[in-house]
């Protein structure tokens, strides 16, 4: 907040020691959107929390409404940006959970809602760590999600949310996710920019057939049967495919106004690999250092981020992956299919035309378990012997850091 | 109060054309409450005979700007359109006087959105809550919910050699919305036209969360004919099963009371749904509900601070 202030007078962009979660409050204070609807859940709560102080200290003249439930949040978030005003929640685990039917109608309706969820493991067993099984379970519903990396992404990410989600040939919500405690909870040098420049890139908010425009009356959330139904879903696709441009777009802007280009997925030193790990969210970083690590000593291998996991950028990762031999993919949510992780199916699906390649999936990190450099590099250790065929590929499927 | 005249003059903002049942008593609940406003409206609805009869896409009925979210949530909805209103207006992007209701059924209310009523109503916003209660599921086909009545029959709790319907009595939504200490909370039927207009009017002068509770007949549901509906709406309140009250900042007030007070058994004996109890094993249920109704009649008329009249 005092930092801030510094900002706006130098107008230069200020280096803040911030918390993931103070970062992203600070871009919904910048934002300043109109209604915020949103119920406490660890480890979202400290987010709120220092939202609550800005619109205390008379920071945003934003309404925040304090719900009782998040099923009311996204209920009440829904009725917000269908009145036509810029609407924001936030949001972690059994919160999203609970908010899920109304997280379909929020995507149906074409409601540009913004919501930064602090990924925690999903109940049950109840856990308040991280691991992405809340996000990766709604990652049918039509909503963008975009994975952070750190606490300057999470922020970056938020302010791109908006232009994105209410770009004309968008109209999708989108979810940006950041690690819960990993990114949330640690304090990290944060480049906060110009409030009024943050403020010039989101634009003003032009709703769509809003119901408070009362000389137009709308009827949202109607009763769509057989006849129009498949259109509207038709409609919906078409926006997520739309979204794609749209994201790189916004991403190459946001570098021209603030320095740091955005992309669909990021690749780190992945020009000539021979194995590449494929990651979402704060295993990245550790990742990096591992493949830093492994190139000193001569060996071929590299990283592929996914930052845009909705809409899944399937030509982006063929043509980043056009050289690698062997890919680990790692999921930080088991999906149950009993045939891997969310992401991997995703991976080998975008892969399927590649016989030259090969595939496997490491499950880690669940309900916070943490993973470390020698975690990293034993996956990349086994990549490099199934290349060199001194592995057999038994399973496809393997858990890193559990005990069994 | 406008006559019934005057209100009839009012645009019609549920238009006619849309598919609800002959007779249906929530029809009439929302064309009284919606003509009952003298600004502009913004509905909100909970999923149920009201919304996917209204809004079959591409057609609507609604001539005012319209929400269905979900089931559950009518309140919620309906809070965040509200909120974004008072953003805007706290702006200066808005300067025009609305009245934002939230209709939902029974289950809708009693049930499903018992919670999201609740949180409308504890935070404040300036919402009148309708229900309009037809004592069951009536749009998946005549379930029990929590407001159906005591010997009722329902597609889930039917009537049969061992059972006599529904064993439990409703719940007492209206006190439960008085218990949130809101300005202002109504029983009213649509039996009762001026009676529920003029409450409606009233709920709309004040500002802050209203509640209303509607009795709206179901001639399906209740199996009765469809031009029986406001005759059973008003024989529902002349046997005092569904009294007419309002409660102003926490007092209670009775706004109709019935010169003469007939069993509760000619009130049933109009409705299929109770048909079973006419039986002489079901006797005593009648007899049951009889004494439950004097009761809470009696201690509705302690709480308006009147005495009880004579029996008649």
Sequence with gaps: MEDAKVNNKTGQTTLVALTGNEAVATAMRQINPDVVAAYPITPQTSLMQKFADFAAAGLVDTEIILVESEHSAMSACVGSAAAGVRTMTATSANGLALMWEIVYIAASSRLPIVMPVVNRALSGPINIHCDHSDTMGCRDSSWIQIYSENSQEAYDNTIQAIRIAEHANVLLPVMVTLDGFIISHSIESVHVYEDAKVKEFIGEYKPHNPLLDLNNPVTFGPLDLYDYYFEHKRQQSEAMKNSKRVIEDIGRLFGQTFGTVYDLIETYRLEDADECIVVLGSTAGTAKEVVDALRGQGRKVGLLKIRVFRPFPETEIIDALRGVKVVGVLDRSEGFSAVGGPVYQEIRAALCARHDISIVNYIYGLGGRDIGIADITKVFDELSAIRKAEKPITSRVDYVGVRE | ?312
């Design chain 2, 1 to 312: 109060m406008p006559s019934i005249k005057e209100l009839a003059k009012r645009p019609e903002l549920l238009t006619s054309g849309h598919r609800l049942c002959a007779g249906c008593g929530a029809s009439i609940a929302v064309r009284m409450a919606l003509h009952s406003s003298d600004k502009p409206v913004i509905v909100s609805c909970a999923t149920g005979c009201l919304e996917v009869a209204t809004t079959i896409y591409p057609y609507t009925a609604w001539n005012c700007s319209f929400i269905h979210n979900a089931f559950e949530n009518s309140a919620a909805t309906m809070s965040g359109v509200e909120t974004a209103y008072r953003a805007l207006k706290k702006k200066g992007k808005l300067s025009a006087d609305i009245n934002f209701i939230a209709f939902g059924g029974d289950g809708g209310t009693y049930d499903i959105g018992l919670q999201s009523l609740s949180g409308m109503l504890e935070r404040g916003h300036n919402v009148l809550y309708i229900c309009y209660d037809n004592e069951a599921y009536m749009n998946t086909g005549i379930q029990r919910s929590g407001a159906t009545p005591r010997g009722a029959s329902t597609t889930t709790a039917p009537a049969g050699d061992v059972s006599y319907g529904k064993p439990q009595f409703q719940k007492d939504l209206t006190a439960i919305a008085v218990a949130h200490h809101i300005p202002y909370a109504a029983q009213a039927s649509v039996g009762y036209w001026a009676d529920l207009t003029s409450k409606v009017e009233k709920a709309f002068a004040t500002p802050g969360p209203k509640f209303i509770n509607v009795l709206a007949p179901c001639p399906r549901g209740w199996r009765h004919d469809s031009d029986q509906t406001v005759e059973i709406a008003k024989l529902a309140v002349d046997t005092c099963f569904w009294p007419l009250y309002e409660v102003v900042d926490g007092a209670y007030r009775v706004t109709y009371k019935p010169k003469e007070i007939p069993p509760v058994a000619e009130w049933f004996k109009l409705q299929g749904r109770f048909k079973h109890l006419f039986k002489p094993a079901n006797q005593h249920i009648i007899e049951e509900i009889q004494s439950k109704i004097n009761e809470r009649w009696s201690a509705l008329l302690a709480a308006s601070g009147e005495a009880q009249p004579s029996k008649s």
